[in-house]
């Protein structure tokens, strides 16, 4: 199982964004995810539904929820079922060549393109090809 805060730091990690003066810790990684604003069209905010819980294990739900946030359409099958570290890494690698278009050096406060991936109309699982 991997909770929440270890799969923030590892999504920083993923979008490399510049990390804090002492490394990225899960409680510093899930405030400064909470307030990024990755299109302006969104409110601010890159978190799961209900927002981070940084000790509570990562659910498939959770998962699709921040995925969401990067405008892709990924639904769960089973939202409760918790995930291991595995199965997150491999999502956030599946994912890595999807999370560089997006590199954090063009993030600002305003802009990032609003990009999907695959058929908007199709929802998929972050663990269906």
Do not use: K
């Not at 539904?49 to 946030?69: D, F, K, R, V, Y």
């Not at 994912?95 to 058929?119: D, E, H, K, W």
């Amino acid at each position: 199982m991997i909770l929440q805060g270890e799969f923030a730091v590892l999504l920083a990690q993923t979008l490399r964004l510049r990390a804090p003066r002492g490394g990225w810790s899960p409680a510093g990684t899930t405030a400064f995810l909470a307030t990024l604003r990755l299109r302006r069209d969104l409110p601010a905010g890159l978190a799961p539904a209900g927002g981070w819980s940084m000790n509570l294990p990562l659910t498939e739900g959770a998962l699709a929820s921040i995925l969401n946030a990067f405008g892709l359409h990924v639904i769960s099958r089973n939202p409760l079922r918790e995930l291991t570290a595995r199965e997150a890494e491999e999502v956030l690698v599946r994912l890595a060549s999807f999370f560089r278009v997006i590199a954090p050096s063009t993030y600002t406060t305003s802009t990032l393109p609003a990009l999907q991936l695959g058929n908007p109309r199709a929802p998929m699982s972050p663990f269906t090809p």
